[in-house]
């Protein structure tokens, strides 16, 4: 049976799925095995599989059909250490960062879901120059020493705003 932080994980990927396909009216699902298949060091077992294959083992979350550049992280923690944003240097979020941009190809849409327990729901948006088009308020800028700019806003108002744009992103 599966530690009570790994149910916790699985269930935030599922409710992120679904939020996805309810979002989009596509069938979004949690990856099997959280995306591990590709990243790290079984990276080389990309050349193995076919576009379709890499897609549906990348990340933790299996895009819809017209998603092919989503490239989505989830994380559900108990707490995080949001004053660390201020001083520049978060381990945790650059930790997943670097998980998220571990599988990530070139124009891919990086998106990182989070959850805090009695704080809310954030995403982490890769700032790239495809990502112009996208609204942001409210937000927070964060410079990922390895991995470039991101963009942190609360999930729902980020869907709001964006819906259309991050599809279009995505289908590139």
Same mark, same amino acid.
């Given at each position: 049976?599966? /530690? ?11 409710? &992120? ?35 379709? @294959? &890499?897609? /549906? %083992?990348?990340?933790? &979350?299996?895009?819809?059909? /017209? ?22 240097? *978060? ?7 670097? @998980? ?8 891919? %849409?990086?998106? &990182? ?9 954030? *995403?982490? *948006?890769?700032? @790239? ?14 410079? /990922? ?20 744009? *991050? ?6």
């Amino acid at each position: 049976m599966p /530690s009570p932080s790994k149910q916790k994980g699985n269930s935030f990927e599922r409710q &992120i799925a679904d939020y996805l396909t309810a979002l989009y009216g596509e069938k979004f699902i949690r990856a099997p095995g959280s995306g591990a298949y590709v990243g790290g060091k079984n990276s080389h077992r990309k050349e193995m599989l076919h576009e379709g @294959q &890499i897609r /549906s %083992f990348k990340g933790d &979350i299996v895009p819809g059909e /017209s998603f092919a550049r989503l490239n989505a992280e989830c994380k559900s923690y108990k707490d995080f250490p949001f004053h660390q944003l201020f001083s520049g240097t *978060v381990k945790i979020l650059d930790s997943w960062i670097a @998980q998220c941009m571990d599988v990530a190809d070139d124009g891919d %849409f990086n998106i &990182i879901f989070m959850k805090f327990n009695r704080k809310g729901q954030y *995403v982490a *948006v890769h700032a @790239q120059p495809n990502t112009g088009q996208l609204i942001f308020t409210r937000h927070f800028n964060y410079t /990922s020493g390895l991995n470039g700019h991101w963009m942190i806003m609360e999930l729902d108002l980020f869907f709001e705003l964006n819906a259309d744009q *991050v599809k279009d992103l995505c289908a590139r």
